[in-house]
């Protein structure tokens, strides 16, 4: 399953076309459980594989526009 939401993640700021090329990954995120799940869980995993997540926390009704505006990767709701 870990494996599985990397890959979600890194698919995602791919797509967006953001800071991936640095090796950067930026999410913003519920605080409860969605950030403590990056961070305490995916980041080092990803750490591991050579890539720095940045995890922001973020108001639901905030995180698509955030995306959709190119000022992060990825979501986690």
Same mark, same amino acid.
């Given at each position: 399953?870990? *494996?599985?939401?990397? $890959?979600?993640?890194?698919?995602? #700021? %791919?797509? %967006? $076309? @953001? /800071?991936? /090329? %640095?090796?950067?990954?930026?999410? @913003? #995120? /519920? ?9 305490? @869980?995916?980041?080092?995993?990803? +750490? ?5 997540? +940045? ?12 995306? *959709?505006?190119? +000022? ?6």
């Amino acid at each position: 399953m870990k *494996r599985l939401f990397i $890959g979600l993640v890194l698919a995602a #700021a %791919s797509l %967006s $076309g @953001c /800071s991936t /090329s %640095s090796n950067k990954v930026t999410v @913003c #995120a /519920s605080e409860i459980p969605h950030a403590e799940i990056l961070n305490e @869980c995916v980041k080092p995993l990803m +750490e591991a594989k050579g890539y720095k997540l +940045e995890v922001t926390v973020l108001d639901w009704t905030m995180q698509n526009d955030a995306v *959709r505006n190119n +000022e992060y990767d990825a979501n986690y709701l």
